[in-house]
C-alpha cells in the first residue's frame, strides 16, 4: 500500500545539514533535531499506518521564531508541516521527507484568563483538557471535548476543527474559538477575531478553522470558556436492535430535547469498553445509548422523564439514570476509553469517521452489516449519534495477508456510503492523507478549484503542508503565482512504513 505525497526536492535534501544548521540560529539550544533517532518519535500521527521520517525537526519557542522559520523556508522554497501533538487520526501531521516539521508543543502556556469576558487565550501547545483544568476552579469548563483531550493540542484541535461527546448542544471547536494569532508562510504575523463575538470583513477565522495546517501556523488561540451546568445526569439505554437504538436517538432530537452529549456503541463496542473500564454497561443488548442532561435540577428531571418515554417507545431493553456525579463519570469512562478498548480485542484497527443526517442512521448501520459479510472484517461501532458522526472501528490485523487493503477499501465504501446518504467524509477528523482521494466523490471540480484558490492566497508556493486535503494542486501554477513548476506538484506514492 502507498500514499502519493508530493516528490521530494533532491536540491533541499542535498542542504539538510545548511537548513539545519540555519534553523539553529532561530531557535538555539535543543530546539532542532535532526538525526534519525531523534526523530523518529515524530515519524507518524494517530494514523500509524504511514510512517516518514522528516527532514528536520524545529521545536520554536516564540512568535518571532515561527516568523523567521516560516520566512527562511518560504524564501528557501523548504515545504514545512505543522505539527501540534501529533494525535490526528487522518495523517495531517505526517511529516515529508524534504519538509521541516514544526511541532508546536513548546507553546504550552495558558496566557489569561478572563472570567469577566468568558474566555480564555492559550498558547496552541496547550492540551484541551488543560483549558478546562484552568477554569474549573471557578465552575467554568472548555466544551470541545475530543476523547484525546488528555493529549491533543488547541492548536490541533482548531486546525481539525475537532469535536466531541459536548458539541452536540455546545458546538465543534469553530463555535468555540473567538480569535486566533496566526503566521503566515511568508512570515508575517496576523490576528483574526478576538475577544469581541464578530468582526468586519471577511470570516478568515472560519476558514482558518479546520484548514489542517495549509493555510498557516496558529501560534494563539482566545477561546469561549462556560459555566458547568448546575446539574448532569446521564442516561444508559440498551435496545434489542441497532435499529431501534438509531430510530431512537432521531426521536430524541425530533422532540426538541438537545442533550448535552448522545453517544451510541454497538455490542462488539459495548463489550470491549465493559471489559475494560467495567462501567456495568449491560452486556445483553445490541446497542447502548448513552444520554446526557443538563441544566437546572428541575429541567433535567423533566428531560430525563421524556427521553425515558421516548426510549420504552422505541423497546428499549433497559434503562439505567445516574444518581450521583461517580456514577455519571463512570458511565461515561466506558465510552472514553473505547478507542483503546478496542485495541484489545483486535490486533489492529481502522478508525472511520463519516457524518450521516441522523435519519440515515438506521439505514446506514443495517448496510454497514452487510458490508461486513462483503469484505470479511467485523467492524465494533462507536459514535456521536446526536450529530449524526460515526466512528466505525474497522478491525484487522495488518500481519494477516491483504487484510489492511481490505480494511480500507472498506473504509472507503462505508464513507461514500455517508456522503451517498447526504452526509459527508468527516465530522471532525479531518481529510489529511486520509480521505483525500475521496474529496472527488464529495466535491465537484467547480468547488475543488475554489478551495484551492483560497489555499494559493494563502500559500501561493504550496510550502505548507502539501499532500493533505487536496487530491491535487495544480491552480497555483495555472493562476501564474510565484514559482510553482508542474512538475513539483506530481505526486508519486511514498511506500507505507
Ligand atoms: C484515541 C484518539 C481519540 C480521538 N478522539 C477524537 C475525538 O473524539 N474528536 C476529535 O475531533 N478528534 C479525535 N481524535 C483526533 C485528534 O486527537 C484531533 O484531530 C486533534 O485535534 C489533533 O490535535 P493534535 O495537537 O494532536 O494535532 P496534530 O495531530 O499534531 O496535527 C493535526 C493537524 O493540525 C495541524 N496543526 C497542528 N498544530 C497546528 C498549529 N499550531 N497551527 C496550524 N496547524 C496546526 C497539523 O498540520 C495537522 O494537519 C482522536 C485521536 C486519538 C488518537
Redesign the pocket.
Known amino acids: 500500500m502507498s500514499v502519493a505525497m508530493p516528490r521530494p526536492k533532491a536540491e533541499i535534501l542535498a542542504r539538510r545539514e545548511e537548513i539545519a544548521a540555519e534553523l539553529r540560529r532561530i531557535v538555539p539550544g535543543e530546539g532542532v533535531v535532526s538525526d534519525p533517532d531523534g526523530m523518529r518519535p515524530f515519524e507518524t500521527?494517530?494514523l500509524t499506518a504511514y510512517r516518514q521520517l522528516p527532514m528536520v525537526v524545529v521545536l520554536p519557542e516564540t512568535v518571532a521564531q515561527v516568523s523567521r522559520i516560516l520566512r527562511y523556508c518560504h524564501d528557501n522554497s523548504i515545504r514545512v508541516?505543522?505539527?501540534?501533538?501529533?494525535?490526528?487520526?487522518s495523517g495531517?501531521?505526517l511529516p515529508l521527507a524534504d519538509g521541516v516539521l514544526l511541532v508546536?508543543s513548546r507553546f504550552n502556556k495558558v496566557l489569561e484568563v478572563d472570567f469577566d469576558n468568558r474566555v480564555a487565550v492559550v498558547q496552541?501547545g496547550v492540551t484541551n483538557l488543560a483549558v478546562t483544568r484552568a477554569v474549573e476552579h471557578r465552575g467554568f469548563y472548555y466544551a470541545p471535548d475530543?476523547?484525546?483531550q488528555i493529549?491533543?493540542?488547541i492548536?490541533?484541535?482548531?486546525?481539525?476543527n475537532?469535536?466531541?461527546v459536548h458539541c452536540l448542544k455546545y458546538g465543534l471547536t469553530t463555535n468555540n474559538v473567538l480569535g486566533v494569532e496566526m503566521v503566515l508562510i511568508t512570515g508575517e504575523v496576523i490576528r483574526l477575531g478576538g475577544k469581541h463575538l464578530d468582526a468586519e470583513g471577511f470570516d478568515l477565522l472560519g476558514l482558518m478553522t479546520g484548514s489542517?495546517?495549509l493555510l498557516?501556523?496558529?501560534?494563539e488561540v482566545t477561546v469561549r470558556i462556560l459555566r458547568s451546568p448546575e446539574t448532569a445526569r446521564a442516561l444508559l439505554i440498551g435496545f434489542p436492535t441497532n435499529e431501534d437504538a438509531g430510530r431512537c436517538v432521531g426521536d430524541i432530537i425530533g422532540a426538541g430535547i438537545i442533550p448535552g452529549g448522545m453517544e451510541m456503541m454497538d455490542r462488539p463496542a459495548i463489550h470491549a469498553a465493559e471489559d475494560f473500564v467495567h462501567a456495568g454497561y449491560p452486556l445483553d443488548v445490541e446497542a447502548l445509548l448513552i444520554v446526557e442532561l443538563d441544566g437546572p435540577g428541575e429541567e433535567v428531571d423533566e428531560l430525563i422523564a421524556r427521553v425515558k418515554a421516548i426510549a420504552e417507545d422505541n423497546n428499549a431493553a433497559n434503562l439505567r439514570v445516574s444518581q450521583s456525579e461517580e456514577e455519571r463519570a463512570v458511565f461515561w469512562a466506558g465510552r472514553k476509553a473505547a478507542?483503546?478498548a478496542v485495541g484489545r480485542i483486535s490486533p489492529d484497527y481502522y478508525c472511520m469517521d463519516g457524518t450521516i443526517p441522523r435519519k440515515a442512521l438506521p439505514k446506514v448501520l443495517a448496510r454497514m452489516k452487510e458490508m461486513e459479510a462483503e469484505y470479511g472484517l467485523k467492524v465494533a461501532n462507536v459514535f456521536h449519534a446526536g450529530d449524526g458522526n460515526l466512528h466505525p472501528l474497522i478491525l484487522y490485523d495488518a500481519n494477516k495477508p491483504d487484510e489492511l487493503e481490505r480494511a480500507e477499501a472498506f473504509g472507503a465504501e462505508i464513507l461514500k456510503l455517508c456522503v451517498e446518504v447526504g452526509g459527508v467524509l468527516t465530522g471532525?477528523?479531518?481529510v489529511?492523507v486520509e480521505k483525500r482521494d475521496l474529496m472527488g466523490t464529495m466535491f465537484n471540480e467547480a468547488d475543488l478549484a475554489q478551495q484551492e484558490r483560497i489555499k494559493c492566497a494563502f500559500d501561493p508556493r504550496q510550502l505548507l503542508?502539501p499532500g493533505?486535503v487536496f487530491p491535487e494542486l495544480h491552480l497555483c501554477a495555472e493562476l501564474g503565482r510565484m514559482h510553482v513548476h508542474k512538475g513539483e506538484l506530481a505526486f508519486p506514492d511514498i511506500p507505507r512504513f
Open positions: 500521527d494517530g508541516v505543522p505539527r501540534g501533538s501529533g494525535t490526528s487520526l495531517g501531521a508546536m496552541p475530543p476523547s484525546s493529549a491533543c493540542s492548536g490541533g484541535n482548531v486546525a481539525e475537532s469535536g466531541g489542517e495546517g498557516g501556523v496558529v501560534t478507542f483503546p471532525e477528523h479531518g489529511g503542508n493533505k
